[in-house]
């Protein structure tokens, strides 16, 4: 088989150091657009199309990627070069040599401010998912680890696919703690307690989370971009809908939080 030579257009700090470290991986996922690898340490990144864009742990192509993904098949070997700037997956290679570095990490600050009285309201969750929601704020709010720890474990892994919904929520009111509650052990408590009760890759996205780093749909919302909301909505079959349904309710309790003081 001929080998292909593809460039990568876009990495995060997460990525080079995944790469950097060399150590021995294999594919996890592959679908159209994206191929997601995974190290003996259980750390992820996925190599993906432009029209997927950039997130946490991903490596953004120059050019269309999804031709070449036909090609590649689950038991191939994977070559890391940090010499050479290059990752072979059988007959692919793929340079980063020349790839920008970008930042994963909005300025969720920018948000703190923001009413939220022109974004869409949030789909209604299940009245058990609710009750979880409300009572892990409540409890983040009066510092309770217990009660941070036992609502975190009711979602952790909650519903079915790679992302499940309880995850999706979570990361949404992560996402909402970094604007209106900026407290990193808190943050921690949540994503260290989740990320053994759930799949690889969606620990990943949590793990990526606790640093505040998002893809770029939640940077169009922090950037102000007109329809961002939907951009974060249309993520997957439902994990943008639940993602933004956490962080809808997060920001709702946390602004009045906040409001008295953070």
């Known amino acids: ?56 742990f991903t490596m953004v192509m120059e050019e269309d990627f999804g031709r070449h993904l036909s090609d590649i098949d689950l038991q191939q070997r994977i070559v890391i070069d940090d010499a050479d700037k290059s990752l072979s997956i ?6 980063w040599e020349r790839a920008s570095l ?10 703190q401010d923001e009413s939220g009285t022109n974004w869409p309201v949030a789909e209604p969750f299940s009245t058990d998912i609710e009750s979880h929601i409300t009572k892990l704020l409540e409890a983040i709010a009066a510092r309770d680890a217990t009660g941070t720890l036992d609502k975190t474990c009711a ?14 929520i979570l990361m949404g009111i992560i996402f909402a703690l ?20 759930t799949t690889t890759l969606s620990a990943a996205f949590l793990q990526a989370a ?11 919302l922090v950037n102000g971009l007109s329809g961002s909301p ?33």
């Open 178 to 197: 970094w604007i209106w509650r900026p407290q990193k052990d808190w943050i921690n408590l949540m994503v260290e307690t989740a990320v053994p009760r």
């Open 1 to 56: 088989m001929k080998r292909a030579c593809i460039e990568c257009g876009l990495v995060t700090s997460r990525v080079q150091r995944w790469l950097q470290n060399g150590r021995p991986a294999r594919i996890l996922h592959l679908f159209d657009q994206v191929c997601n690898l995974v190290d003996d340490h259980g750390e992820i990144i996925s190599l993906a199309s432009l029209e997927v864009g950039p997130g946490p």
């Open 90 to 95: 059988g007959s692919l290679t793929i340079s």
């Open 230 to 262: 939907s951009g974060i909505l249309s993520i997957g079959q439902s994990s943008g809908n639940d993602a933004w349904g956490g962080f809808i309710r997060a920001q709702d309790y946390l602004r009045l939080i906040c409001e008295e003081g953070c």
């Open 210 to 220: 606790a640093s505040g780093e998002a893809t770029y749909h939640w940077h169009d």
């Open 102 to 111: 970008w930042d994963a990490m909005p300025q969720w600050s920018r948000l």
């Open 155 to 168: 979602l952790a892994g909650l519903g079915q696919g790679l992302t499940p919904a309880g995850d999706d």
